[in-house]
């Protein structure tokens, strides 16, 4: 008996290698897909921006000139300055390096992409451009899309170990991540130089860690560690992945209550949370240079979040809170909540100065609640891709390469009536599912899509898909768990079919 079970186990795992090495070959296809439109993807102006930026790279770390960089609330403000503050470092910093790594120099953009002119002024816009020096090199704009790409690329993979953990089903993991790979405002984004590759490689590590701490029984506070690391790695891609970040903490402080844990588990798992929660901004605070005016921060907060995890092993926990009192109170004295406040300060600027020059120029942007609703329904329902923001984009070079790419066999789904119904379908399937059954991992999937869709119409005016680009992760994942609803149905009527015939 012995032997049959031990063939038969040999036998599951060479099928498993067998699953796991076409997975491999079936990421290595998706990888190959996404990176061959890099070079006909449309041009925009953040990307000159972003290259622009991967120069701090060379001011911080072979130079050594942080303070060129660093945000000061008392001095003057630096050139980029506001750029530096409302995005993240992780992307410009990785091309710097790559630049660094290959020997390229990246000085070819002599500054970034100049916005000053009238809607109706993108051609000269684009001449003044392109006469300044603006426009990156082909080589340099091809190596920094390479690095969001591949970023992009690699995400697929943890969404798909997520999808496949929280659906158990192989299936339905594959159909998420297909049509998030191929929906056309995502590959459009992530083959740009622009930050939503690496924003969603870090923001779906997170998604994974969560799946794993909602599906294994015990958890061990390394795993909250790791959770406060991709966190703050995801913070430092790009700050706009916050409300996805909310959704996902939520879920995870309210494990222990559905699973109806004893008080202890409870208030544990609230302590490691908090403590996930310092290392994030502990990391985020140590991979943006421009906020290193508050570094100091990093330590103490690292010191406080150790505590935090320590404490259960404690004999004497007086001690120990005592400590995180004193620490505490010396984050408090060292401002930790300022670079906060720089953030939301500089962001706001940012969005009034867009709103600001929409109105000056009577161009749509969401001022109602009822356009913010419907852009945001349309965002999440159709696969159109906006490929610029801005009227001055509307010109002869730029709508040429959007013919040539849209021409191409690699832009995914765009504008497809009958594939964004048969996906509308497929969504509402998997509500259906997840409602009749359920549980915390439903709980995850509905928190994943309403917590961050509340939290963008409410705080983001401006008509920009991109920024709504998030709310294609739990959808994508909702829909795959449609497909294996749909999945059993059809074997259940097949099922059903042969008896009768029998």
């Given at each position: 008996?012995?032997?049959?079970?031990?063939?038969?186990?040999?036998?599951?795992?060479?099928?498993?290698?067998?699953?796991?090495?076409?997975?491999?070959?079936?990421?290595?296809?998706?990888?190959?897909?996404?990176?061959?439109?890099?070079?006909?993807?449309?041009?925009?102006?953040?990307?000159?921006?972003?290259?622009?930026?991967?120069?701090?790279?060379?001011?911080?770390?072979?130079?050594?000139?942080?303070?060129?960089?660093?945000?000061?609330?008392d001095?003057?403000?630096?050139d980029g300055q506001n750029t530096r503050m409302t995005t993240g470092s992780i992307f410009p910093?990785?091309?710097?390096?790559?630049?660094?790594?290959?020997?390229?120099?990246?000085?070819?953009?002599?500054?970034?992409?100049?916005?000053?002119?009238?809607?109706?002024?993108?051609?000269?816009m684009w001449?003044?451009?392109?006469?300044?020096?603006?426009?990156?090199?082909?080589?340099?704009?091809?190596?920094?899309?390479?690095?969001?790409?591949?970023?992009g690329a690699l995400s697929l993979v943890f969404i798909f170990l997520s999808a496949r953990r929280l659906l158990s089903s192989q299936l339905s993991a594959w159909m998420a991540v297909l049509l998030l790979a191929t929906h056309g405002d995502f590959l459009v984004n992530v083959r740009r130089a622009m930050q939503e590759g690496v924003k969603f490689l870090f923001l779906s590590i997170v998604l994974y860690v969560a799946s794993v701490m909602l599906t294994e029984i015990s958890?061990?506070?390394?795993?909250?560690?790791?959770?406060?690391?991709?966190?703050?790695?995801?913070?430092?891609?790009?700050?706009?992945?916050?409300?996805v970040l909310v959704a996902i903490y939520i879920v995870l402080v309210l494990i222990p209550l559905w699973k109806r844990e004893t008080q202890y588990v409870i208030l544990l798992n609230i302590l490691y949370i908090f403590a996930s929660t310092l290392v994030a901004f502990a990391v985020f605070?140590?991979?943006?240079?421009?906020?290193?005016?508050?570094?100091?921060?990093?330590?103490?907060?690292?010191?406080?979040?150790?505590?935090?995890?320590?404490?259960?092993?404690?004999?004497?926990?007086?001690?120990?809170?005592?400590?995180?009192?004193?620490?505490?109170?010396?984050?408090?004295?060292?401002?930790?909540?300022?670079?906060?406040?720089?953030?939301?300060?500089?962001?706001?600027?940012?969005?009034?100065?867009?709103?600001?020059?929409?109105?000056?120029?009577?161009?749509?942007?969401?001022?109602?609640?009822?356009?913010r609703a419907l852009f945001t329904l349309k965002s999440l329902f159709r696969s159109s891709v906006m490929y610029m923001e801005s009227p001055r984009f509307d010109i002869g070079p730029i709508n040429e390469q959007i013919a040539t790419y849209e021409a191409s066999l690699v832009h995914g789904r765009i504008n497809s009536l009958a594939l964004d119904t048969i996906t509308a379908i497929l969504f509402f399937t998997g509500i259906w599912t997840l409602l009749k059954h359920f549980g915390i991992r439903s709980l995850l999937f509905f928190s994943l899509l309403l917590i961050p869709t509340i939290i963008l119409c409410i705080?983001?005016?401006?008509?920009?898909?991109?920024?709504?680009?998030?709310?294609?992760?739990?959808?994508?994942?909702i829909a795959g768990a449609g497909v294996g609803q749909a999945w059993e149905w059809g074997k259940t009527l097949t099922e059903q079919s042969i008896r009768q015939k029998s």
């Open positions: 008996m012995s032997m049959i079970q031990e063939a038969l186990e040999k036998i599951h795992i060479k099928q498993q290698m067998k699953a796991e090495w076409l997975n491999f070959f079936l990421f290595f296809l998706l990888a190959l897909f996404i990176l061959s439109g890099v070079s006909i993807v449309p041009f925009h102006g953040d990307e000159a921006t972003f290259i622009w930026l991967s120069r701090d790279y060379d001011t911080v770390i072979r130079r050594g000139l942080v303070k060129d960089i660093m945000f000061e609330p001095g003057d403000a630096k910093f990785s091309v710097g390096l790559l630049c660094d790594i290959v020997n390229m120099n990246n000085d070819a953009v002599v500054n970034r992409w100049d916005w000053v002119y009238p809607p109706d002024e993108g051609d000269r001449s003044e451009n392109i006469r300044n020096g603006n426009l990156p090199n082909t080589t340099l704009l091809l190596l920094a899309r390479f690095v969001s790409a591949f970023a958890q061990h506070r390394r795993v909250y560690v790791w959770l406060g690391v991709a966190s703050g790695l995801t913070l430092a891609a790009k700050q706009d992945a916050a409300p605070y140590a991979l943006m240079p421009v906020l290193w005016h508050w570094f100091l921060n990093v330590p103490v907060l690292i010191g406080i979040a150790l505590l935090l995890f320590h404490i259960p092993s404690m004999q004497n926990k007086r001690i120990a809170l005592i400590g995180i009192t004193v620490l505490l109170a010396i984050t408090i004295w060292m401002g930790a909540y300022q670079p906060l406040g720089a953030l939301v300060h500089e962001r706001q600027r940012t969005l009034n100065g867009q709103v600001g020059y929409r109105i000056k120029y009577d161009l749509f942007y969401l001022d109602t609640p009822k356009k705080t983001v005016p401006l008509a920009f898909q991109r920024y709504f680009l998030i709310l294609q992760i739990p959808y994508s994942l």
